[in-house]
C-alpha cells in the first residue's frame, strides 16, 4: 500500500512505538530509582533512631539498660548502613558515655571503635 505522506514522516510513524517504549522504560528506571534512593534514605532514618535510643539507654545508667545499648551500639557500628561518618558519630559518643578506661576499652578512639564492633570473643563480627 502507498501512503501520500513523505517518506520522513512514515519513518517516524513507523518508529514511534519505539520511542514509546523506550521513554516508558526511561521513565520505569527513573521511578525505581526513587524507590530504592527512598527505601535507602529511609532505612538510615531508622538507622539514626536506633543509635539514638542505644546512646539513651548507654546514657540511663542501669547495668541493664547499658549493657543493651552497648550492644546495640556494637550493631549500629556494623551495620550496611553505618559509613565512615556513621562510625565517626559513633566513635565520638563511645568514649564520653562510656569512657575509654571502663570495660578495657582502648584510649585511641579508632582503637576503641574496633572495640566497639568485636563481638564478646574477641573476635570481629
Known amino acids: 500500500m502507498t501512503s501520500n505522506l513523505p517518506e520522513s514522516v512514515q519513518w517516524v510513524a513507523?518508529?514511534?512505538?519505539?520511542?514509546?517504549?523506550t521513554i516508558a522504560?526511561?521513565?520505569?528506571?527513573?521511578?525505581?530509582?526513587?524507590?530504592?534512593?527512598r527505601r535507602?534514605?529511609?532505612?538510615r532514618t531508622h538507622w539514626w533512631d536506633r543509635t539514638r535510643?542505644?546512646?539513651e539507654q548507654?546514657?540511663?545508667g542501669g547495668l541493664t539498660s547499658s549493657t543493651v545499648g552497648v550492644r546495640v551500639l556494637r550493631v549500629q557500628a556494623?551495620?550496611?548502613?553505618?559509613?565512615?561518618?556513621?562510625?565517626?558519630?559513633?566513635?565520638?559518643?563511645?568514649?564520653p558515655i562510656v569512657g575509654p578506661d571502663e570495660l578495657g576499652i582502648p584510649d585511641d578512639a579508632?582503637?576503641?571503635?574496633?572495640?566497639?564492633?568485636?563481638d564478646e570473643s574477641g573476635e570481629g563480627k
Do not use: M
Not at 556494623?78 to 568514649?95: M, P, T
Open 40 to 43: 535507602e534514605a529511609d532505612a
Open 110 to 118: 579508632e582503637a576503641a571503635l574496633r572495640y566497639l564492633v568485636e
Open 14 to 21: 513507523a518508529l514511534a512505538p519505539v520511542g514509546t517504549l
Open 58 to 60: 548507654v546514657e540511663a
Open 78 to 95: 556494623d551495620s550496611a548502613l553505618a559509613g565512615a561518618e556513621e562510625n565517626k558519630v559513633i566513635e565520638a559518643v563511645w568514649e
Open 53 to 55: 535510643w542505644a546512646i
Open 25 to 37: 522504560a526511561l521513565a520505569a528506571a527513573v521511578g525505581w530509582r526513587t524507590l530504592r534512593q
